[in-house]
């Protein structure tokens, strides 16, 4: 209820501030899926929600309940707030439980907002590919153009989702997780590489 109301009186004036356009939507698969996309502005979750008619149980840092209101505001949203600094158990059996409820499920997998612009991509945790390989669920890699910007066209590309099969059923010690890493780091490059071809395909249509 939350989630529509928020839609409703936030549409217009963010649609004016940051006009956002996403391109590759039919690639989101029914049922439960990891989104998982690159961090460059806190605009970055609130453009995609109010582009999405689907209901999306966010990961969120939990230093973000410090702010009262954005803090009330995510959790009645869904939100599931992790503490970045330890192995927190509890936020990735919540993660897991939504996504046997075949919800979606969106991740930064970075885990922070990249500051250096002049950066591509920042490192990826293991979070996302320990609770994509345990519940079998489907990734989906998304990429965010630029930064948002008051008033200037945003643009964000969702790709086709993949599975980490190959990792179902083995034990997932470091090694076997960074190695999921760089596969999920690797599908989400492959959107920034190619996102002039993605784009023109799209705008072609």
């Excluded at 999306?56 to 600094?85: M, P, Q, S, Y």
């Excluded at 293991?126 to 345990?134: Q, W």
């Excluded at 965010?144 to 010690?173: A, H, M, N, T, W």
Aim: glycine share 6%; net charge positive.
């Amino acid at each position: 209820m939350l989630l529509w109301l928020a839609r409703i009186l936030l549409w217009i004036p963010l649609s004016i501030m940051h006009p956002t356009y996403i391109y590759g939507r039919k690639n989101r698969p029914k049922g439960k899926a990891i989104l998982c996309s690159n961090h460059r502005s806190n605009w970055d979750i609130v453009n995609y929600l109010l582009h999405t008619k689907e209901k999306v149980v966010i990961l969120a840092k939990k230093e973000l309940t410090k702010n009262k209101f954005f803090g009330f505001i995510l959790k009645h949203l869904g939100a599931i707030f992790i503490d970045r600094e330890g192995n927190d158990i509890n936020a990735i059996k919540e993660c897991m439980k939504a996504l046997k409820a075949d919800k979606k499920l969106f991740i930064f997998p970075e885990g922070t907002r990249l500051k250096d612009e002049s950066a591509i991509m920042g490192e990826i945790k293991s979070g996302l590919a320990l609770i994509a390989i345990k519940t079998k669920t489907p990734i989906v890699p998304m990429w965010v153009v630029q930064k948002p910007r008051l008033f200037r066209k945003s643009q964000c590309i969702i790709g086709k989702p993949f599975e980490l099969s190959e990792f179902y059923g083995k034990k997932l010690d470091e090694e076997t997780l960074n190695e999921a890493n760089n596969i999920v780091r690797d599908k989400m490059l492959e959107l920034y590489y190619n996102q002039e071809e993605l784009l023109g395909k799209k705008k072609k249509k």
